[in-house]
């Protein structure tokens, strides 16, 4: 199911700013019991993308109404939420946008997911690598054409997920989620001030492990760092946290600190 600025239909103006220009951006949450999981995080994100892209009028309190309204209709699912500049201007320019448009969508829970923790997520190097640009690191804007064809290449490796570095070649991140490693007692995950997404479970993740006295180091280093961990873990707002068992040769056995946050009570209620 599809809504558009709080109405069920699947069409969009072909001169709405996403379709031209890809200028706006979205959040997917995760739906449990007719909820959406961390709505408040999730409409914090779109705030703050908003914000940094220079997006006004977007009705917030209706959007709120709308992903409740959406989340009511599903015991388990995805809820894909898009925020638009919406209809206007002439060129790059965004005069004339009255006001921003809101999509939602509903898809299926990824089951793969539920298997994934056991079995663990096999990771295969891109050849695709992120441009840096820091003015949108971070946030989840519309222009997705780099995880694009990071996606199309994974799904002729048979990896499950792709490890993916910047133009300098340092780790960022996977297609679709964020990365932690643990060696010894020490725990990593690449900085995403360049290029890349700061995930709400990457940030949920860090403000657990902290309080459990734990600092996570944000690091900006080659891919070679990874050799020398001990476990792996991947995490978004769907998965919420996997296990990493292999990159290309080297296999991950230990699944200490995954446990770990597993066993939270605190964090499972905040998935």
């Known amino acids: 199911m599809i809504w558009t600025n709080g109405k069920r239909q699947e069409l969009i103006a072909v001169r709405d700013r996403a379709v031209q220009f890809g200028d706006g951006c979205f959040t997917t949450a995760r739906i449990m019991k007719g909820k959406v999981v961390a709505r408040a995080a999730h409409i914090g994100r779109l705030e703050e993308a ?14 709120q109404q709308e992903m409740d309204t959406a989340a009511a209709t599903r015991t388990e699912g995805v809820l894909k939420v898009i925020i638009s500049r919406g209809t206007g201007g002439r060129g790059y320019s965004a005069s004339g946008c009255e006001a ?9 829970y990824p089951a793969h997911y539920h298997q994934l923790r056991h079995t663990g997520v096999r990771l295969a ?13 971070g946030i989840k804007h ?20 792709a490890l993916v ?9 996977c297609c679709a989620a964020n990365l932690f490693w643990r060696s010894g007692q020490r725990v990593y995950t690449p ?4 290029s890349g997404v700061n995930g709400i479970q990457r940030r949920q993740i860090m403000r657990l492990l902290a309080r459990q006295g734990i600092r996570v180091s944000e690091v900006s280093v080659p891919p070679q760092a990874l050799e020398e961990a001990d476990e792996i873990f991947i995490t978004n707002a769907l998965m919420p946290v996997l296990p990493v068992s292999e990159i ?17 009570e605190d964090f499972q209620g905040n998935l």
């Open 125 to 137: 190097l891109s050849s695709v690598r992120l441009g840096r640009n820091p003015l949108l690191a």
């Open 191 to 194: 900085d995403v001030t360049q």
């Open 100 to 108: 921003a448009s809101r999509i939602l969508m509903l898809a299926d």
């Open 50 to 63: 908003c914000e940094r892209l220079l997006i006004a009028q977007v009705d917030w309190e209706s959007l």
């Open 165 to 173: 570095l910047d133009t300098q070649g340092k780790v960022v991140e």
């Open 248 to 264: 290309g040769n080297r296999v991950y056995g230990s699944r200490e600190l995954f446990n770990r946050i597993g066993e939270q």
């Open 142 to 161: 519309l222009n997705r054409l780099e995880q694009v064809l990071i996606r199309t290449e994974l799904e002729q490796s048979g990896a499950d997920e």
